[in-house]
């Protein structure tokens, strides 16, 4: 039996037994006989959750890139690393062969350094979809570089804040993008937030869409010369097992975003790991995640975890929608895609337009179907079950975080039944518990609790950039030694679990975690604003949409209101970026409170929702009257 590929269900409650009585003696195992390594580690694992410190595969030394790329050279060498797939069907899709992965990678790698970027500098990466995203994120790795991509669709503001955060040197992006049939201007983007950023001192600009565009001297530098120039001979830096990889921002219920920082050898390991099993990867299949790289889905599964498994993994530029509703398929026709990997939103949006675009093409390539980023409803996993599955590929529902680098529960395929709405089990090594209220661990089946996680897994984040304090606050105190994922799940009769959605003030919208303070915090600069609230409600096609309840500071005519709206949503866009636009909002006279001042976002979320039958008390709020005001005024 080999641990590394699980083949049936008995296997996996092996392999799931052994990983938890003796983990390190399990992980040890699954590093050693399937990576590179150019030294081993002393110790397999370290951890105190108190602390919060972690450490797996402490003393080992090895390059991520090597395991990427490198060691894949002999035997993989002309087999296609990454299909990249244009926006436009025009357009050819390029296929890069291992061999010239490693030739893009290494000429990136001696850009970045003969730019003065050095092992332990920050890069920020903001691009499009484009091979220039994969090659840079791994150019980096290949000299240690730590590398911090911000997805392309975020505002100048929300990307100064992530450059600063972790004091960027050099920002990588492209000229423009390509989306569907609009084209975005990315370089101005980063003229404007590079003005506030005084640690930058380079811009990377590659060439994408041909447009005119501002370079400013002695910082912007066109890409494409300099790497026409580089030597494709980069030997890889030699990390420790411990060493950051890279940043990457994700919003919590308060404040600035935080950058959980992911360390090289746990991330590695567990990643290809759970890609190789959970997807149940077999060469030569040709894998699909339809992703952004700019989040962290991209970064394990379009990246590292299919590269580290010698995979040919899909690249996709553009959106579902264009030119027709057909995209998808057509792109699994044509690249007879095997395994077939994306959000619920984008599930939903498909059956929404009806079976006509999937009739059309040959899906007969498909093995696996996967979702990730939200709880997938049952309409929609029938539905993506039914026609695009046709019944025969399983549906692995993955449940898992930014912060825990990679898939935590989920089916793995033709090994676990899956169960509509069910992330079912955990993975490999991971312990997770249900906890109530008051710190108690819920055993047992059918009980619904808070979702944590008891031990250490190797991708888990280590900290947040420049603040450990508020990682080991908002993951590892709210139960004494747990991490706590703010997600709520349900355990059924036979231990799978479900996933409920976010127990804080997370709203997971069309796939995209949004803190609600953040944007309260933004809504607040107008103005016209007195007060704000944010909650969600549910949606269609994006699972959540945004609801807000906006005090002004003079109530005014209504004939501005529908002004203001719009500058609200402007303000929103400029600062966090379109996809924090709020879909309703409603002025209102006052936000219902606690005597201690707290705004009650559960009364707020039952009106959001169109549910006001069951309120609950509301006689113990500073301000009851406002209630009946806002119920009122919704209509
Ligand atoms: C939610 C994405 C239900 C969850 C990889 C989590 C899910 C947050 C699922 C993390 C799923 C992700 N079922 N909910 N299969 N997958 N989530 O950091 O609330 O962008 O905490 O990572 O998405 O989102 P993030």
């Not at 959540?544 to 005519?557: H, M, R």
């Amino acid at each position: 039996m080999s641990n590394y590929h699980i083949k049936h269900l008995e296997e996996y409650y092996q392999v799931y037994r052994k990983s938890v009585r003796n983990p390190s003696a399990f992980w040890e195992e699954i590093a050693e006989e399937h990576f590179m390594w150019r030294r081993k580690w002393d110790n397999v694992l370290s951890w105190d959750f108190s602390k919060p410190e972690v450490k797996w595969f402490e003393g080992a030394k090895l390059n991520i890139t090597e395991n990427c790329i490198d060691r894949h050279l002999f035997t993989r060498g002309d087999k296609t690393a990454i299909i990249f797939e244009p926006n436009s069907p025009d357009e050819e899709a390029l296929h890069i062969s291992y061999k010239e992965l490693h030739e893009r990678v290494c000429k990136f790698a001696n850009v970045l350094k003969n730019n003065g970027i050095k092992k332990g500098d920050r890069v920020c990466i903001y691009l499009p979809m484009i091979p220039e995203l994969a090659v840079s994120v791994l150019a980096c790795a290949r000299i240690g570089a730590i590398h911090s991509v911000v997805f392309a669709g975020f505002s100048a503001n929300a990307l100064a804040t992530r450059i600063n955060d972790c004091d960027c040197k050099m920002v990588i992006t492209s000229d423009g993008s390509y989306r569907g049939a609009k084209t975005l201007d990315l370089k101005s983007i980063v003229d404007d937030a590079v003005e506030n950023c005084p640690g930058v001192d380079t811009v990377l600009v590659a060439k994408r869409i041909n447009s005119e565009i501002n370079m400013v001297q002695d910082r912007d530098q066109w890409l494409q010369p300099l790497l026409d120039e580089a030597s494709t001979d980069c030997q890889p830096e030699i990390m420790d097992a411990e060493d950051p990889l890279f940043i990457l921002y994700t919003s919590g219920s308060t404040g600035t975003p935080k950058g959980m920082v992911h360390s090289t050898a746990g991330y590695m390991v567990y990643t290809a790991y759970t890609f190789k099993n959970v997807f149940q990867y077999r060469e030569p299949d040709v894998y699909w995640c339809t992703a952004d790289i700019g989040w962290i889905t991209g970064h394990s599964y379009i990246v590292y975890g299919p590269l580290c498994n010698g995979a040919t993994t899909v690249m996709f530029e553009g959106v579902p929608n264009y030119p027709t509703f057909s995209r998808f398929w057509e792109i699994v026709e044509k690249h007879k895609v095997n395994q077939f990997y994306t959000a619920p939103t984008a599930i939903r949006a498909l059956a929404k337009e009806g079976v006509s675009h999937l009739e059309k093409h040959d899906l007969s390539s498909l093995k696996v179907l996967g979702t990730v980023g939200e709880p997938i409803n049952e309409e929609a996993w029938h539905w993506y079950d039914d026609n695009v599955g046709k019944k025969k590929s399983p549906i692995v529902d993955t449940w898992w975080q930014t912060e825990t680098g990679g898939i935590m529960i989920t089916p793995i395929a033709f090994c676990t039944p899956t169960k509509p709405t069910y992330a079912t089990l955990p993975f490999i090594g991971v312990q997770p518990t249900l906890m109530d209220a008051d710190g108690n661990e819920l055993t047992g089946s059918q009980v619904n609790g808070n979702l944590c996680i008891k031990f250490p897994w190797p991708s888990m984040a280590r900290t947040i950039w420049g603040n450990h304090q508020r990682y080991k606050d908002t993951y590892f105190s709210a139960y004494e030694n747990q991490y706590f994922t703010g997600d709520g799940a349900l355990r059924d009769e036979v231990g799978y679990y479900r996933i409920t959605g976010r127990v804080d003030d997370v709203i997971i919208v069309s796939g995209h975690n949004l803190g609600t303070a953040p944007i309260e915090d933004t809504i607040n600069e107008h103005p016209a604003v007195a007060e704000s609230a944010i909650v969600g409600f549910p949606h269609e096609i994006k699972g959540n949409a945004l609801y807000g309840y906006i005090t002004l500071k003079d109530s005014g005519e209504g004939r501005i209101h529908d002004n203001l709206r719009k500058e609200i949503n402007q303000l929103i866009t400029d600062q966090i970026g379109p996809i924090a636009k709020l879909e309703k909002i409603q002025f209102t006279q006052g936000l219902p409170k606690t005597r201690s001042g707290k705004i009650m976002r559960r009364i707020l979320r039952k009106i959001a929702e169109g549910d006001t039958s069951n309120l609950g008390d509301t006689s113990t709020l500073l301000n009851p009257e406002v209630v009946e005001s806002i119920i009122e005024g919704k209509k």
